[in-house]
């Protein structure tokens, strides 16, 4: 169980125990976004072929180049990423820190800055922010191309503190895919 799910389990029954419980919180959580809320949204379907397997250990690399359509949109491509985190969950399954990594480069660059440079260039906060946070929250590494960075005339500074900087997207994807990562492009 994680902090998370153990914290809400706690407040739940101190609720019940004092005889308040609300509605709220004795609902189900929502199964469209049973790890990230709010992004990845799946379509529940028990039954199907092809679901998680329990007994795997999942480590997967993400390989992220295409940016959202426009500058105020969040990036489809870590959406994915929760998404997927989010199958996973629906069948129980929660990945270590690091297992699951977000390799961005080419025109998704941009998708990893900081709020004020994304403002200095669009005018406004990140759409991704929300997005990064959720995904390093729930243990998923996001690592940005330094060679697209110093293409794109992007500073290191100006990267999300929650973003590492690697020498560049094709190494990182190779020596992950060589240690045994799936590559989901």
Known sequence: MTRRETGIALVAAALAAAGTTSASAQSAP??????????????PMPGTAGQPDPSLAYRVV?????????????????DKVARFVNLLGSAGIR??????VAVVHGPATMSVLGDAAYRAR?????????????????GVDI??????????GIERQSVSRQVTVD???????ATLQLKGWSLIR
Do not use: W
């Not at 690592?143 to 794109?152: F, I, P, S, T």
């Not at 020498?167 to 994807?173: C, D, G, K, N």
């Open 167 to 173: 020498l560049s997207a094709m190494t990182t994807l």
């Open 122 to 138: 669009y005018g406004h906060d990140n759409p991704n922010t929300p997005l990064i946070a959720a995904l390093a929250e729930a």
């Open 30 to 43: 929502d199964p469209r976004h049973p790890v990230i809320a709010g992004f990845g949204t799946i379509t």
């Open 62 to 78: 993400f390989d992220v180049t295409e940016g959202a359509e426009k500058p105020d949109q969040s990036n489809p491509g870590l």
């Open 143 to 152: 690592r940005v191309c330094g060679q697209a960075l110093a293409r794109q």
């Open 95 to 100: 990945t270590e820190r690091g297992d699951l």
